[in-house]
T-cell receptor
């Protein structure tokens, strides 16, 4: 069965800390992996990763994919209270372009 | 450019009632989908469509119907609401062969009592 597993399920850190969120996957036809941030409403797109070892970066956020070990990480440096959200990982299937979603990591940043 | 518009934002139903969640997009996206999101379970695909007149079931289709008569609209129907359908529902659309271009609606919080 195809699945995407995120860890930890929740994380509480203090402002200024660096966090690493994990996403591992087992799918039969991997195409690419997506990271989304979800605050109170709809998920918003962060990164798409297709190739191993190439870091994607946007400000204090970065992400990388390891297609050999079947996982991705999302790093957030110098965290701010505005980073508090649920971070979702999803894998796009190559066969039908469907998404398989992880359960998300709830990140809480304390001031 | 409105993107994906979902209505209503909130709804309370009694068990056995029926209703339709509306979803409309103005980006000419071929692919439209409905997800439900429950605590600790991420997003689960209910139904999807790759174009007008074409629909298919996702992971959790039971209790829901869809139709796609136009490219723009993809309504989700609950024929006889059950408490297990209490959830947050998201409509999302994209170009069929675009990897990352998912655009989400703002969601509908549905409570069935």
């Amino acid at each position: 069965e195809d699945k995407v597993v995120q860890s930890p399920l929740s994380l509480v850190v203090h402002e200024g800390d660096t966090v690493t969120l994990n996403c591992s996957y087992e799918v039969t036809n991997f195409r690419s992996l997506l990271w989304y941030k979800q605050e109170k409403k709809a998920p918003t797109f962060l990164f798409m990763l297709t190739s191993s070892g190439i870091e994607k970066k946007s400000g204090r956020l970065s992400s990388i994919l390891d297609k050999k070990e079947l996982f991705s990480i999302l790093n957030i440096t110098a965290t701010q209270t505005g980073d508090s959200a649920v971070y979702l990982c999803a894998v796009i299937m190559d066969s039908n372009y469907q998404l398989i979603w992880g359960a998300g990591t709830k990140l809480i940043i304390k001031p | 450019n409105a993107g994906v518009t979902q209505t209503p934002k909130f709804q309370v139903l009694k068990t056995g009632q029926s209703m339709t969640l509306q979803c409309a997009q103005d980006m000419n996206h071929e692919y439209m989908s409905w997800y439900r999101q429950d605590p600790g379970m991420g997003l689960r695909l209910i139904h999807y469509s790759v174009g007008a007149g074409i629909t298919d079931q996702g992971e959790v289709p039971n209790g829901y119907n869809v139709s796609r008569s136009t490219t723009e609209d993809f309504p989700l129907r609950l024929l006889s609401a059950a408490p297990s359908q209490t959830s947050v529902y998201f409509c999302a659309s994209r170009r069929v062969f675009e990897d990352y271009g998912y655009t989400f609606g703002s969601g509908t919080r549905l409570t069935v009592v």
